[in-house]
Nanobody, 114 residues
């Protein structure tokens, strides 16, 4: 499975961005798709995940501000990020768990200025 993410950029605090990711390969076998992020000097953390059954989970810090959507059968996932904060600045990685393996996209930088 290969993942191609896009949509990062620079935005002022309070603004919005939308990340997109498209998977190619065994998309019909995708179990989970979602987004992780890695801030400087921090470990990579899950931000929002979506199962192939439609259930979603979010890290507490983004609840109410971020929304994950997409169609795992088609290999697409999106992350709508609203009311962005400087603490959301990170490299965001598209992620999928498919056929017993984790796959990562190349990462897209999100920078939120105060």
């Amino acid at each position: 499975v290969q993942l191609q993410a896009s949509g990062g950029g620079l935005v002022q605090a309070g603004g919005s961005l939308r990340l997109s990711c498209a998977a190619s390969g065994s998309t019909s076998s995708i179990n989970i798709m979602g987004w992780y992020r890695q801030r400087p000097e921090n470990q990579r953390e899950p931000v929002a995940l979506m199962s192939n059954l439609g259930s979603t989970t979010y890290v507490d810090s983004v609840k109410g501000r971020f929304t994950i959507s997409g169609d795992s059968a088609k290999g697409t996932v999106y992350l709508q990020m609203n009311r962005l904060k400087p603490g959301d600045s990170a490299v965001y990685y598209c992620y999928t768990y498919t056929l017993g393996r984790a796959y990562w996209g190349q990462g897209t930088q999100v920078t939120v200025s105060s």
